[in-house]
């Protein structure tokens, strides 16, 4: 939904060092474990419950949750 591929890198908006990969448009890979964004903000945040995971990822510095907007709306970066 957001224009990314496999292979793009993804990161932790909470710490950048936390790189994930794209596997398809549901999946990201964390250190050899294939899980979703939400499972992989959940972990990383330590919160016991869901959370809306591209809140928590960024993608050449813009917010999952903003560029998915961005792109709906047909505004240019």
């Given at each position: 939904?957001?224009?990314l591929?496999?292979?793009d890198k993804v990161a932790f908006a909470r710490d950048s060092s936390k790189q994930t990969t794209v596997?398809?448009?549901r999946r990201v890979e964390y250190e050899?474990?294939?899980t979703s964004l939400?499972?992989?903000a959940e972990?990383?945040?330590g919160l016991g419950h869901a959370l809306q995971g591209?809140?928590?990822?960024t993608y050449e510095g813009e917010l999952l949750t903003d560029r998915r907007e961005r792109m709906e709306s047909g505004a240019e970066r």
């Amino acid at each position: 939904m957001v224009g990314l591929k496999p292979g793009d890198k993804v990161a932790f908006a909470r710490d950048s060092s936390k790189q994930t990969t794209v596997v398809d448009d549901r999946r990201v890979e964390y250190e050899g474990v294939t899980t979703s964004l939400s499972s992989l903000a959940e972990r990383l945040i330590g919160l016991g419950h869901a959370l809306q995971g591209p809140l928590y990822f960024t993608y050449e510095g813009e917010l999952l949750t903003d560029r998915r907007e961005r792109m709906e709306s047909g505004a240019e970066r």
